[in-house]
């Protein structure tokens, strides 16, 4: 037992209990979830011997946390390298532990960075880091003692977390790269170009989370592999237009994988191609579309879980609506299912406890995401806030006036029917019923509840919306994140219930200065870092993405810009390959 833990490097003293419950561990064999998983993967009791021992260490590093709401000098630009942005007001090198937890806005590294330890969705929704052009990002400490302790990465520790590397960058992870490692956490690894190398090991999905990658462009090289990288039922590793190396043969494995969809092509409806370079001792994984991907059937995954189901399918598949029927026998009744449908950035889940019934299951077709032609299509405001509801801005916003939750201050012309909306979304105000229990309200900011608004479009056969973006709320930072949340948001729900959304600016007390800048640079944002015309859900017209502004052509006052200022940021947009639609005052023949 001494020789096992002599492995570990010496013992302080402050180490004593740890060692002694190792020891005890050891010898009834009563290994943790997490340890035990790792063991698989690392190989044997003196390895993990060497992560447990070195736990306390992990005090040397110094905390931060990625917070730009925190920034003192606000609008904060959301890179990186700004010390305000860090909880620590030092931006984290060697010796740091970098922690994305407060579901604060997209990191972004636009430099050469990093040294420290990161930790992404670790105690806390993570957001997103963003590699872009131009930067490079070295993950994990690997100079501060042990590396076990210092120099993982994780992307969903415990919770949500996403990278995205885009075309120019870079990211080096010097030592274990896990994506969705503990349970309920999920993370996401999305890769539009650049490259990414993993020196030590790698793992989707590893100790009970769901690891999701999207090698879209660029190469990512993996220096170990195993039989077991890849874990868990929503777990997938899905090429398109890049590449991924993987050091040594691993056929066998990679083919595996494969065979089981956990290594899939374009979302499904590709096809996966692995070969083995004896002279470089390398396995590649490389993929080619389908011949027509669009009529590629979905894959459509049902799983028992104690109690109950699971049913999965890929956010990529054209279908979209999940359908149940007691029989298959003609005539067949489908009805829709209205239970909560979880997106996580790759994968749509509905969990239904089991039933004494027999039931059947299907998907049924989402709306056509290629054409405005015959559709009906709402405006979504998206506006609405509470206190406590985990947004920035953290204050009743659209639903009273002088944040008084009372009726003499309600700012809406009808109480919204909430009959159907969980305990979690609500919040309560200063209204009662006439039984005493209190009104209740929901947040724009709650995935959940918007998931609901497009789970009743999608029963009532609406086709989508046009979400809309108020110039003049992205000048605060508090409301530039609350507006980005629910455009996120609006995205799952589009993409979880089959209908359609497009954005549609609203230039309304738009300052004349800014306008042309903040608009074109809002789209930017939303196509290069939020990707969202990459969504399947977003509409198309003539080959195009959609994008409507409202508010030219008005001459009240409230709407500033000229003739000219309109034609400039129409033409800009169709520069862009976007087909612009514009609202116009009702009144717009006798202007």
């Not at 991907?293 to 028992?304: D, E, G, R, T, V």
């Not at 109690?307 to 067949?332: D, H, I, K, M, R």
């Not at 800014?514 to 969504?535: A, E, F, K, R």
Request: charged content about 10%; some cysteine; hydrophobic content about 35%.
């Amino acid at each position: 037992m001494a020789q096992d833990i002599s492995c570990a490097g010496p013992v302080r003293p402050s180490s004593a209990i740890l060692v002694d419950y190792v020891c005890k561990m050891v010898r009834h064999r009563e290994r943790p979830v997490e340890m035990r998983n790792l063991l698989k993967l690392c190989g044997g009791p003196a390895v993990w011997f060497f992560l447990c021992a070195g736990v306390l260490a992990r005090a040397q590093q110094t905390a931060t946390t990625w917070n730009p709401a925190g920034n003192p000098t606000q609008p904060s630009a959301d890179i990186w390298t700004t010390p305000g942005n860090w909880s620590g007001g030092i931006v984290p090198t060697h010796g740091y532990k970098a922690y994305f937890n407060a579901g604060a806005g997209p990191c972004i590294v636009n430099s050469t960075v990093g040294g420290c330890q990161l930790s992404i969705g670790d105690g806390g929704p993570g957001g997103i880091l963003i590699v872009t052009n131009g930067g490079s990002l070295s993950a994990g400490d690997n100079t501060a003692g042990n590396n076990d302790n210092y120099a993982w990465t994780a992307v969903g520790y415990s919770n949500t977390g996403e990278m995205d590397i885009e075309n120019g960058g870079s990211a080096t992870f010097n030592y274990h790269l896990w994506i969705g490692l503990n349970p309920g956490a999920v993370g996401t690894f999305i890769m539009n170009g650049g490259t990414a190398s993993v020196a030590g090991a790698f793992g989707l999905g590893f100790s009970g989370g769901t690891g999701i990658m999207h090698i879209n462009g660029g190469t990512l090289t993996l220096s170990q592999w195993a039989t077991n990288s890849i874990q868990g039922s929503g777990s997938v590793l899905d090429v398109g237009g890049g590449t991924v190396v993987i050091a040594g043969n691993q056929m066998a494995s990679v083919n595996g994988f494969i065979a089981n969809s956990k290594i899939t092509a374009y979302g499904g409806t590709g096809n996966v191609a692995c070969n083995y370079n004896a002279t470089a001792n390398t396995t590649t994984i490389t993929a080619t579309e389908g011949s027509s991907a669009s009529s590629n059937p979905a894959y459509f995954f049902i799983q028992l879980s104690g109690n109950n189901l699971v049913l999965s399918w890929p956010t990529s598949s054209v279908y979209y609506g999940l359908q149940s029927t007691t029989n298959l026998v003609a005539p067949v009744v489908w009805q829709s299912l209205t239970n909560a449908v979880v997106t996580t950035n790759g994968t749509n889940h509905v969990i239904l406890p089991l039933s004494s019934r027999t039931a059947f299951f299907s998907l049924n077709h989402g709306v056509d995401a290629t054409t405005m032609n015959g559709k009906l299509l709402m405006g979504y405001q998206g506006w609405f806030a509470c206190p406590n509801d985990g947004s920035a801005p953290n204050q009743w916003w659209h639903w009273f006036h002088n944040q008084t939750p009372t009726a003499a201050n309600a700012n809406t012309d009808f109480l919204p029917d909430t009959s159907e909306f969980t305990s979690n979304e609500l919040f309560s105000t200063g209204m009662t019923y006439s039984n005493g229990s209190p009104v209740q309200f929901y947040s724009s900011a709650a995935q959940e509840s918007v998931l609901r608004h497009f789970q009743w479009m999608q029963e009532n056969q609406l086709d989508g919306v046009f979400l809309q973006r108020f110039l003049t709320d992205l000048s605060s930072p508090q409301f530039y994140s609350f507006r980005n949340q629910v455009t996120a948001n609006v995205r799952a729900g589009a993409e979880a219930c089959g209908r359609v959304f497009a954005i549609m600016y609203d230039v309304s007390g738009q300052p004349t200065n800014t306008l042309v800048s903040n608009i074109t640079n809002d789209w930017l944002y939303l196509v290069n870092i939020m990707h969202i015309t990459n969504s399947t859900r977003y509409l198309h017209h003539k080959g195009k993405p959609v994008v409507a502004i409202w508010g030219f052509g008005f001459n009240d006052g409230g709407h500033l810009a000229s003739p000219q200022q309109a034609q400039t940021v129409i033409n800009w947009f169709k520069s862009q390959g976007v087909t612009v639609m514009g609202g116009v005052p009702t009144y717009w023949r006798t202007l």
